[in-house]
């Protein structure tokens, strides 16, 4: 296990994620949680939905196994890029003549004077698709490369953007704000496009892809294709679960008080954090790794490294957790209480926050172990575990929205994380997981947990009474 990997690719994306939140924390100053953040949410909530799903999974996931075993790799790879980019183009061309349609199934309970007002705003943010596609298939290359850095850093150039265009349009109404951000996001896309062009430049990685499109209609390349439709429909249906999830809950938050929505996104930002620095990181790095030492015949690295990242990721997602749950309400306060975000905003922010936290560890740990299916080309058992999570947190999330409201919807979140976990770690086998656990470290991570959750529990005493006085 390459631990600079790990750590560069972590740095990278807590850059990413750090100015994130301060997109968020401009973005509540502005708008607060008001009607308008939760019509730009809608608007931006399609297209993020699917950059989760190529870039954080599906495409990687298929591409990668598929691209390290490929005799004619420069042929390949443009063969499967001009496919997806243009099947993206005709898509986004749709949602550019039929807003309404797409904004409509997005938010259900919405009036047609809400919906009107949040279409034209999802035709623009939906190119944005179109860009990070080329980014997630850049990105796959070069962490083939083991060159994590760029793409791990570039998401803050689509915060820095929009930024940028909440500064300079604070003062002005609501409507001009969410149109400038709209437009904020196509900008960020491209100057991700543009940092890994020339990442591409520097690794030589381009001479691949013009050969690859100088001999691009190659026959022998047709079984290699065949073999990635196999793997990535899977993996896509797979990948889709927890986004699906999400999406999900932000239909059934549309039925709920006005806020709701903007309170499962900034309380999910917050979780999405520790997720992405620890869990994500550490799985991006070691992915290549893995495929390469399946791909020779070396599963004993490949499961060593599986465990040494087991109790990183134990230990580190373990105190996340912890500072989430009792620290709920300081870290909201702090990161947005500010401007039209008010108290009772935080209240409700925190108590989301709380439910999602309890699902970080079981979460963050199948991002490790579902690595193995995937590079053992079991992509179909991935999607099917992750449909039954899916189907379990659909009823759930109804269940209990019910009976706790927008904070039942987190809850129900974190128990399909559970259910994911179980089911994976049984699909690689439980034998390697209790060989993992099988150790007199799990005593000390837990007491060290145990240690830590008093310490923050005073820490939060100390906080709670200084900032409500």
Do not use: C
């Not at 430049?201 to 691949?208: E, Q, R």
């Amino acid at each position: 296990m390459k631990l600079k990997s790990i750590f560069t690719n972590s740095f990278g994306i807590l850059f990413s994620r750090v100015t994130g939140l301060g997109r968020d924390v401009v973005m509540a100053s502005a708008l607060g949680a008001s009607i308008y953040t939760d019509i730009f949410f809608v608007a931006f909530k399609l297209p993020n939905l699917f950059r989760r799903i190529f870039a954080e999974g599906a495409f990687t996931q298929a591409f990668m196994p598929s691209f390290v075993a490929s005799r004619q790799k420069g042929v390949f790879a443009t063969a499967i890029f001009l496919r997806f980019m243009l099947i993206l183009i005709g898509f986004s061309l749709l949602v550019t003549f039929f807003p309404e349609l797409l904004t409509k199934s997005i938010a259900w309970d919405w009036s047609d004077e809400q919906i009107a007002q949040t279409a034209p705003l999802t035709a623009i943010n939906f190119w944005y698709l179109d860009l990070v596609f080329i980014v997630t298939f850049l990105a796959t290359l070069l962490q083939y490369r083991e060159h994590f850095a760029t793409t791990a850093m570039s998401t803050a150039l689509l915060n820095i953007s929009m930024i940028s265009a909440l500064l300079l349009y604070m003062k002005e109404e609501p409507q001009t704000i969410v149109i400038a951000l709209s437009i904020a996001v196509l900008i960020g896309g491209l100057l991700q496009v543009i940092a890994h062009v020339i990442a591409i430049k520097k690794l030589n990685m381009h001479k691949i892809l013009i050969g690859g499109w100088k001999y691009r209609k190659k026959k022998d390349v047709k079984a290699e294709e065949k073999k990635f439709n196999k793997l990535f429909f899977p993996s896509m249906w797979g990948n889709s679960m927890p986004q699906i999830s999400a999406f999900l809950d932000t239909i059934l938050a549309s039925f709920l008080l006005t806020g709701s929505i903007s309170y499962l996104y900034f309380a999910n930002r917050v979780f999405q954090l520790p997720l992405a620095i620890i869990a994500i990181a550490t799985s991006v790095a070691l992915f290549p790794m893995i495929s390469k030492a399946i791909h020779r015949g070396d599963t004993k690295e490949a499961y060593s490294n599986l465990g040494k990242a087991f109790w990183l990721l134990f230990s580190l997602l373990g105190i996340a957790t912890l500072m989430g749950i009792i620290l709920a309400e300081p870290i909201v306060w702090l990161l947005l209480e500010r401007g039209a975000f008010t108290v009772e905003n935080t209240i409700q922010t925190a108590g989301v926050l709380s439910m999602y936290m309890l699902g970080l560890l079981p979460h963050g740990l199948t991002k490790l172990f579902a690595m193995f299916l995937y590079a053992n080309h079991q992509h179909t058992k991935a999607a099917k575990i992750a449909t039954i999570a899916l189907v379990l947190n659909v009823i759930v999330s109804i269940i209990l929205m019910n009976l706790m409201g927008v904070t039942g919807l987190a809850l129900a979140g974190s128990v399909g994380g559970i259910v994911l976990f179980t089911l994976t770690v049984r699909e690689v086998g439980t034998e390697h997981f209790f060989e993992i656990v099988n150790s007199k470290k799990l005593i000390y991570v837990i007491l060290g947990l145990i240690v830590s959750a008093f310490i923050l529990i005073e820490i939060n005493n100390l906080f709670m009474g200084w900032i409500r006085g």
